[in-house]
């Protein structure tokens, strides 16, 4: 008995090894491609990022120099111009695409004639190209000859907005137009949310004579906070990582008004070629993101509804 016992326990033990190595091969590509692609990259850019790395130096003259390029970074006004207006541009476009979102899901929502074909034109810029929509804006928005500025003059405005040549206009335009372009997808998630809202509540809550406001703030925002959570995060990432536009858009102009802090890690890198100081850039920016999504990931108990 005792060796059918030792028998069978043995074979339960193999066949769990097999089943955990079966396991393990399955996630080896995933870690490996998150070694080779994520991982190494990043470490690779903190080593370079206490370095003097530039395209004029020899790897064998490449200095260590510590902590000297986070140094230099906050004294340079051109890095601490960067840094706020890219906080200028993420305070314009969280709540400009969250809530521009909202509003299209609130509406679209509703059950009216053409509802489908409208939810498709509303989500089509999101999947349109950048260049083309930057094209087409650039028209649109022409100081001189621009429809939006001809219109705006027949209708007695002596002097209309520079929109994409002026330095406080800029940037302002070019969250315009990609909150324009996104409002698609925060739109489409807002939709999915609201349609898991049971009905019997907004029922119970007519029966108990709420109004339409009071639905929204006691029925329909806290059952979609989660997803109102998720696409907070989702925008603050997408309005800090705005090189796309920013370089389709202006290059960073005019002067240097549009010129955002992955505009300058991108000029620093391949203008200036000083690769030590412009990953310096990018660690910050790195940070910052991640302070705010903790910060988010913490704040999130107070009024977040999972239940």
Known sequence: MKEKKTGSSRLALSLQRQE??????????????????????????????????SFISNLSAVKFVGLDNFVTMFGDERFLSALWKTLYYALLFVPGSVGAGLVFALLINAKFFFRGPIRVAIFLPYVSNL??????WAMLLDYKDGPINSLLRSMGVEEPPLWLLGVDTVIPTVVMIVVWQSIGFFMVVFLAALQNVPSELYEAAVIDGAGSWKKFWSITMPLISPTTFLLSITAIISAFQNFGPIQVLTKGGPGNASTTLSMNIYQESFVQYRFGYSTA????LFLIILLITVIQWRGQKKWVTYS
Do not use: K, R
Request: glycine share 4%; hydrophobic share 70%; net charge negative.
């Open 20 to 53: 955990e190595l079966l396991g393990y091969l399955f996630i080896l590509p995933f870690a490996i491609g998150f070694v080779l692609f994520q991982l190494a990259p990043l470490l690779s850019s903190i080593l370079i990022s206490l370095t003097d790395l």
């Open 131 to 136: 260049v083309a929509i930057a094209v087409v």
């Open 281 to 284: 850039q990018a660690i910050i």
